[in-house]
């Protein structure tokens, strides 16, 4: 049995496990002063990157759907591996779609990535507005009309001023829907999203309890997030002590309403 046969068998058929994972391009990072003496890894191959990804994979491989942020799409520094398919492929992940958000060209592909053991019914891509390019979102969507489950990956500016543009943007999109998952580094704490009131407007801020994600040695900062709309209920909340990067993982378990329920045999299907 492959190992995305045996995650499938073992999921409840009313729930989803998702996680989101800012990856820093397979850097690890420990203590503050790595962002100095490891900072040429943003540029240059390091011969342990393959094998923290290996690691990575094994950590992915019970979850249905995983967000990934700061992953390289394939260049000098990732050793040419596009590390979103190489993910997929070890992790047993049938199927993935990579967003490139800033290209540098041979030496960095800054990309945000979705690994799914659904069919995604439609996947699009959007450049999130801001001072600087580089920021984005995917929107995956399973199933079709109302029933839909609307996913979105996203990577939010470090700055206040380009964050409320993009949250601005991202609650446009969300607001007309009806099952929404929002997951990925927003680079902001519940407190600035709960002062962002049309964001709040169209995404019920859930789940309550912020999940400490950063700085992964000593994390004290809720910058990463799974945010549901009100037709999805978790069920559990998870921050994993798994040191790969300057962010911990985030996972939770989703309940999905009945109507959801019916385009998920289709969506498993390889």
Known sequence: MSRAEAAVSTRQCDHLRLLTFNLQVGIQTSAYHHYVTRSWQHLLPHPRRLGRLDLVSEVLTPFDIVGLQEVDGGSFRSGNVNQVEYLARHAGFPHHYQQLNRNLGRVAQHSNGLLSRLRPTHIEEHSLPGTLPGRGAIHARFGDGEAALHL??????????????????????????????????????????????????????????????????????????????ESLVADDIQVLDQLFSDHLPIAINIRLPEACQTWLPRAHKP
């Open 152 to 229: 979105f990956v996203a990577h939010l500016a470090l700055s206040h001023r380009g964050r409320v543009r993009q949250l601005d943007y991202l609650s446009e999109l969300i607001q007309p829907l009806q099952h929404v998952v929002v997951m990925g580094d927003l680079n902001c704490t519940p407190e600035q999203l709960h002062s962002h009131p049309r964001f709040c407007a169209s995404l019920p801020l859930h789940p309550v309890r912020p999940a400490l994600s950063y700085p992964s040695w000593q994390p004290r900062r809720a910058l990463d997030h799974i945010l549901l709309s």
